[in-house]
């Protein structure tokens, strides 16, 4: 892909050894860190630590929704398990999984840069995280919170009775992190191309956190000012959302929303990117219809602004509204279907070497395709009426954010794992982790859908006899799920310590980021390297970090 | 109400069947597409597989009639189901005209139901058969939502305002009655039954029981004890405006401004009378703000209604 | 590659150039000052369907607001985007001592308009006016008028922290400026200041009629 001056062949002279992992020891060298790799090992394990965190509070939910009577726990524990489960989810996993993950680690990498165009400012968008993260687990611990991720005025602003002001804030101020993570990207992306480095020749890993900045950058502001007039209403009575005072409580709703449908596609967008990535390597071909996927990252970016609405086709807004939203959210279900179609005809005549990347980036279609079809059930006006706030949309967006992003995300977890580690897992243990997780999410899932229709709430802490049945298979598949998901992390960390050494490119992959050593140096290329050719020339010969000398 | 396991709830209103058909059609799109796809990838998996280590397939960098092609075929398929969705949800919006007024009030965390008649209930909802009701519902603290699942249909419960939702039963039974929206503690057990019975076993459960005063009678009331009588009689000339004839018309605001009286206009007019002064009378109406209930309230314009239909 | 200020002491490993370095930085500033802008978007949105539904409160709400006091932080606000303009431009130019002086200019106009704002937010708590400290209002608008004095305090609070955190920043740029830090070469931190401040000055332009002229016959 690119022709790079590098002096010595690195990998194998002795100086080759020190990459950014062992230049610096110390727990001041990571916590005072500018080094956007660093940073990303960083967000990677406290990110991991709220996944576990929400994933307990979602394991003690299906534990209690295994019998119809509210057996295991109070009410309130449980409304304060679900809205905990939301928020730890939500805010301090999903959102800065794949940005802030693998996004911080590959992406100057992938446009051959040193860094993002602002260090400091991205240490400090983990320092916003970890406050964030450190307010809302202590809302937790002295006492919870029970309002619905969501925040729905007027119970959180003036009956909820648990730590809502300072769950509020944590949320507040980790939107900062998701703010800088986006002005740094989009600013990177601008600026610190490498040299021939065009826009149409970007990864279209690139082209989706492009797309994901500017969400972030646009949409984040609004729900920080919408939840700190919903903390200071609750700490001071200001009356905006309070309707004994004339207030509106439903303009929190299209506040809330206008970020937190944009939200949605922060979560999800980074993970086409790992997609496109990862099911360009494994089937060694350029991505079908290149500009078509990246714009339709662009576009969902843009219209994902103007769909809040749909959220609340049944809280009485005019059907006019209603019908505006209903339409420009079919509208977006087009440039999902085009990436969709896109990525399976780049399979097409591909030579697929299904490995634990790639399993994963096909159990993300298929988990995704009913997640985004079921999508289209909640955009029709009518149907969703009766599928509002039941299991169905439950189990829809779990389908999207689970079945979708954390798939992707893990799709890119293992397809970069050798690259940050330096080590290779297990594949068959990988192997038997993306099957678990495949099989255990749709068997948690799949009989939510019938609930839903059925017409089970969502935050039900007890519910009609008659419902059991689904409950209990959907807690046993959210068993297998667990067991996956300990599989998989047990075959990361084992890799860490026993895992064979990875060499810079261990999946022939192309891109800048597989032209360097495993893990990176400190400032990721000896040279600025400069790109002559287009993204994903699998057809090319590969170039070897070893062969660089000769060219 | 203990019942058996189905895949599907059951078809108790007009809506039922049409939302019903709405969700199969939905269903075998959703099928035929994941299918198609999972199919295709599972094929190309297969006969693609890597062979040896050294293949390098050509590139395809695309096909501008195949993005167009599965850009627009599935545009004109979701503006199909947009069109069917949106047609029907106008005919679950709109209730006829002569449908039977309920009216409900949330709170955590019960559902209080009055019928004009005068009857009413608590967690339960008494309706005759194939008669459209229309419901009007607001809350008395958070927003809560009434959802009944057998009859396809549901609507938020909001404080400071009124939402309506209408149906028309069509089989006798009763059918589960469910809190949709998150209102606390007790959100999970605010629920109850809606009782549809044949018209005339609702006609003798509408007289059953003590004969109290009807909605318009309590309405007339609660006129003459808050006052409202020394400043709103009946013809005009007294200082505030005649109540007779206004519901459901339009009125000239001073600023200029033309509203339509509705339900919601006079529940704001009752509680901050000066937001909105009618052209020609002074701002001078107190405000009942806290001091009347959800109910009384709804009495009141139930009696202010029922000025305007006398009068026609 | 070409790198004729590789030495100046300013430029980051990761950058190339100055150049590369600077057109980053405004960037960046830039969509930062975007997110600032939908981030008083969201409570001019909610201003706005407040003013519709409640306007006689609003404009009652509005007639208590002391047009004298906040007519001298407009002029205030606009002679400090006049002085930090200038600095920006003398530091463009190397005048390190006329930056130094612009740079004071503007430090004391932006204390002067929090001065102000002090001064105006104490007279409100004399009028018990300040909800959730002590708002008191009689009269069958008293929900609408609170809502009015808690979008004023939000929205000029929001607007007054950021004039704070302008003035945090000129307290952390100006030991900078002593050292004569910034020239023609290297001046981005001063124009992104200059960036930051107009923006905070502009969000007061849109307040000051909204807030205190809204439906004022003069």
Redesign the interface.
């Known amino acids: 892909m690119t022709t790079t001056e590098t002096p010595a062949s690195p990998a194998s002279a002795g100086h080759g050894e020190v990459n950014y992992l062992n230049h610096e020891y110390g727990i001041k060298s990571w916590l005072l860190t500018l080094d956007h790799k660093r940073i990303g090992i960083l967000y990677l394990i406290t990110t991991t630590m709220f996944f576990a965190l929400g994933g307990l509070f979602a394991g003690l939910i299906r534990l209690e929704l295994m019998t119809p009577e509210g057996d295991l726990f109070q009410a309130d524990t449980y409304n304060k398990l679900f809205t905990m489960h939301g928020v730890a989810m939500i805010f301090f996993f999903l959102i800065p999984s794949v940005p802030a993950v693998l996004g911080n680690f590959v992406l100057p990498l992938m446009i051959g840069a040193k860094d993002v165009a602002f260090p400091r400012l991205n240490l400090l968008s983990w320092y916003c995280y970890i406050t964030g993260g450190t307010l809302a687990s202590f809302a937790i611990v002295a006492g919870g919170v029970d309002t619905g991720w969501t925040f729905y005025t007027p119970y959180s602003s003036t009956y909820s009775t648990g730590f809502v002001s300072v769950a509020l804030m944590g949320v507040f101020i980790n939107g900062f992190s998701s703010i800088l993570t986006g002005v740094n990207f989009l600013t990177t992306v601008h600026k610190m191309r490498a040299p021939g480095m065009t826009w149409f020749r970007l990864p279209l890993f690139i082209w989706a956190h492009y797309a994901t900045s500017l969400m972030m950058i646009l949409g984040t502001p609004v729900v920080a000012i919408t939840l700190l007039l919903v903390a200071l209403e609750n700490m001071f009575g200001l009356g905006i959302f309070n309707p004994e005072l004339g207030g509106d409580p439903i303009l929190m709703q299209h506040l809330f929303w206008f970020y937190s449908h944009p939200a949605v596609y922060i979560m999800i967008v980074p993970g086409f990117g790992v997609i496109s990535e990862v099911i360009a390597c494994f089937s060694r071909k350029a991505i079908f219809g290149y500009s078509f996927v990246a714009f339709s990252s662009l576009a969902i970016a843009l219209l994902g602004f103007l769909v809040w609405g749909h959220h609340m086709f049944t809280t009485g807004q005019s059907i006019y509204a209603g019908m505006v939203f209903s339409f420009i959210t079919f509208f977006i279900a087009v440039p999902t279907a085009v990436k969709i179609f896109n990525w399976t005809a780049t399979m097409y005549r591909g030579s697929i070497d299904l490995k634990s990347p790639l399993m994963y980036a096909l159990g993300f279609i298929g988990l995704f395709l009913i997640g985004g079809l079921t999508g289209t059930f909640l955009s029709t006006l009518a149907m969703d009426i009766h599928l509002h706030d039941t299991y169905f949309v439950v189990s829809h967006f779990h389908y999207v954010m689970v079945g979708g992003m954390v798939m992707a995300y893990l799709s890119g977890l293992h397809f970069w794992w050798p690259k940050m580690m330096g080590r290779m897992y297990n594949e068959a243990w990988a192997m038997t982790g993306a099957v678990l997780i495949f099989l255990g999410f749709n068997l948690t899932f799949f009989p939510q859908f019938v609930l839903g229709y059925l017409g089970m709430p969502r935050r039900y802490h007890v519910y009609p006899e008659e419902f059991q049945i689904l409950h209990v298979a959907s807690t046993g598949g959210a068993t297998v799920l667990g067991l996956g998901y300990m599989v998989l992390f047990v075959c990361l960390v084992w890799s860490l310590f026993k895992g064979a050494k990875a060499g810079p490119n261990p999946w022939t992959a192309k891109g800048l980021e597989w032209e360097i050593e495993s893990p990176p140096t400190p400032h990721n290329f000896h040279e600025t390297p400069i790109v002559t050719s287009e993204p994903y020339a699998y057809e090319e010969e590969d170039v070897l970090l070893a062969d660089k000398g000769s060219h | 109400?203990?019942?058996?396991?189905?895949?599907?709830?059951e078809l108790a209103s007009t809506?039922a069947l049409?939302?019903d058909l709405?969700?199969f059609l939905?269903v075998a799109?959703?099928v035929f597409?994941?299918v198609a796809?999972?199919a295709?990838?599972i094929f190309?998996?297969i006969k693609?597989?890597?062979?040896s280590?050294d293949?390098?397939?050509?590139?395809?960098?695309?096909?501008l009639p195949?993005?167009l092609a599965?850009?627009i075929i599935?545009?004109f398929i979701?503006?199909g189901?947009?069109t069917?969705?949106?047609?029907?949800?106008?005919r679950?919006?709109r209730a006829p005209a002569d449908a039977l007024n309920v009216y409900v009030v949330g709170k955590?965390w019960m559902w209080k139901v009055q019928h004009p008649e005068g009857k009413r209930e608590i967690n339960e909802l008494h309706v005759p058969i194939n008669t459209p009701i229309r419901l009007t519902m607001t809350s008395e603290?958070?927003?809560h939502?009434f959802?009944i699942?057998?009859f396809?249909?549901?609507?938020?419960v909001?404080?400071?305002?009124y939402?309506?939702m209408w149906f028309e039963a069509t089989k006798v039974g009763e059918y589960?009655l469910?809190?949709?929206?998150?209102?606390?503690?007790?959100?999970?057990?605010m629920?109850g039954r809606v009782v549809v019975m044949e018209e005339q076993d609702y006609q003798n459960w509408l007289g059953g029981g003590a004969a109290g005063e009807s909605m318009v009678e309590a309405g007339m009331r609660h006129f003459e004890q808050l006052g409202c009588a020394t400043c709103h009689k009946s013809q005009s000339g007294g200082r505030g405006p005649t109540l007779t004839g206004v519901y459901g018309e339009p009125v000239q605001l001073a600023?200029g401004e033309v509203v339509v009286a509705d339900e919601a206009y006079i529940r704001e007019s009752i509680?901050?009378?000066?937001?909105s002064?009618v052209n020609g009378y002074q701002?001078i109406?107190?405000?009942f703000?806290?001091q009347i209930s959800e109910e009384t309230l709804l009495q009141l314009i139930t009696y202010i209604k029922s000025l305007s239909e006398a009068a026609k | 590659m070409s790198k004729t200020a590789s030495h100046h002491p300013a430029l980051q490993h990761y950058f190339d150039d100055l150049k590369q370095q600077h057109g980053a930085a405004t960037m960046g500033m830039w969509a930062f000052l975007a997110q600032e802008i939908m981030f008083f978007g969201g409570l001019f949105a909610g201003y706005t369907v407040y003013r519709y539904k409640y306007f006689n409160a609003f404009v009652e709400g509005s007639n208590l607001l002391p047009i004298a006091w906040g007519g001298l932080n407009t002029v205030i606000l606009i002679a400090s985007s006049f002085t930090v303009a200038m600095a920006v431009r003398c530091a463009q130019q190397g005048l390190h001592r006329s930056v130094f002086n612009w740079f004071m200019a503007t430090m004391v106009l932006g204390l002067g308009f929090l001065g102000v704002k002090a001064i105006e937010y104490s007279h409100k708590y004399h009028d018990h006016l300040i909800p959730g400290l002590n708002f008191q209002w009689d009269g069958p608008m008293a929900g609408p008028m609170k809502i009015f004095f808690s979008f004023y305090f939000v929205m000029t609070g929001m607007h007054a922290l950021h004039m704070i955190i302008g003035v945090g920043l000129m307290l952390w740029l100006i030991p900078k400026i002593r050292a004569e830090k910034f020239g023609p070469q290297y001046y981005s931190p001063i124009e992104n200041f200059g960036l930051y401040w107009h923006f905070v000055d502009i969000v007061w332009i849109f307040l000051f009629p909204l807030l205190y002229l809204i439906g004022r016959h003069l």
């Open positions: 109400m203990s019942k058996d396991f189905s895949l599907h709830p809506f049409q939302i709405l969700y939905l799109i959703s597409f994941t796809i999972v295709v990838i190309f998996v693609y597989r890597r062979k280590d293949e390098r397939p050509k590139p395809i960098h695309g096909s195949l993005e599965w850009s599935p545009f979701c503006m189901v947009f069917l969705g949106a047609d029907m949800f106008f679950m919006y955590q603290d958070v927003i939502a959802s699942p057998a396809r249909t549901k609507r938020d909001v404080p400071g305002r939402n309506t589960d469910f809190c949709a929206e998150y209102c606390g503690t007790q959100h999970s057990t629920i600023s509680l901050r009378p000066t937001s002064i701002p109406m107190p405000t703000q806290g």
